[in-house]
C-alpha cells in the first residue's frame, strides 16, 4: 500500500513539474536592426501651397537596442513674413540630433512606434528686411513704408526639443510617421538693429524662448541586421 501511494505522489509531480516547463516555454523570433530615412510631407507640401515658404527636411533614425533610437533631422527653409510693420525673408539650414524611445509593445512581427525623444538643435541663417513701416504724423494714413533691403548674415542659433510622436508601418518597410514638437531656446546669434523672429527649424520666435512645431513623415526602413528576442509563450 505505502508503494502505491508513494507511485501516485511520484507521478503527481512529475506531471507538475512538467506543465510548470511547458507554461513557461520560450519561443526565440528576430528582430530588425537598421536605419530608417524619410522626408518631412509637411514642409514639402507647404512648399506648394504656400507663395511665401520653401522648405525641405530629411529625417532619420537608427535603432540601437529594443527601446532607443538613434535620430535626427537635416533641411533647409526660406520663409517670407509679411507682418504689419515690417516684411523680411529668412533663409537658411539647420541640423538636429537626438534620441527616441519607443514606448510600444509590438506584436512579433511589428515594428511601429508610439515614442518621446529629445534634439538639439543648431540653425545658420541670414535675413533679408524687405520694407518696415515708420509712423510719421505729416502723413495722412500716419505711417510710411520704407523700402530697404538690408541684409543680416552669419546668424546661429541652438535650441533643444522635446518630441512626442507615432511611426506605423503602411507596406512592407514603408513608415507614416507625425509628430508633436515643443522647443526651447538656448543661445542665439541676434543682428543689430534687428531681431531673429524666424528660426529655420525652430520656427517663430514672438513668444520669446519657447517655440513649437509639428512634421508628418514618409521613411523606409533598411534592415542591417537582427537579433533573437525571447518571449514567453504559454500552453
Known sequence: ???YIFSLVFIAVSTIGNAQIKDTTQVVYPERYGLRV???LHRLSKSF???DYKGLEIEGDYRLTRRFYLAGELG????????DRLNFTTKGTYFKAGFDYNSFENWLDMENMIYVGMRY???SFSHTLNSYKIYDPTNYYG???VISGTNYNGLTANWIEIIGGVKAELFSNLYLGFSLRLNYLVS??????FDNLYIPGFNRTYEGKFGAGLNYT???FIPIYKKNKLAKENK
Open 76 to 83: 533647409n527653409e526660406e520663409k517670407t513674413v509679411d507682418d
Open 1 to 3: 500500500m505505502l508503494k
Open 38 to 40: 524619410g522626408v518631412d
Open 218 to 220: 514618409l521613411s523606409y
Open 143 to 145: 505711417e510710411n513704408t
Open 49 to 51: 501651397y504656400e507663395k
Open 188 to 193: 542665439n546669434k541676434k543682428p543689430d538693429g
Open 121 to 123: 538643435g543648431i540653425s
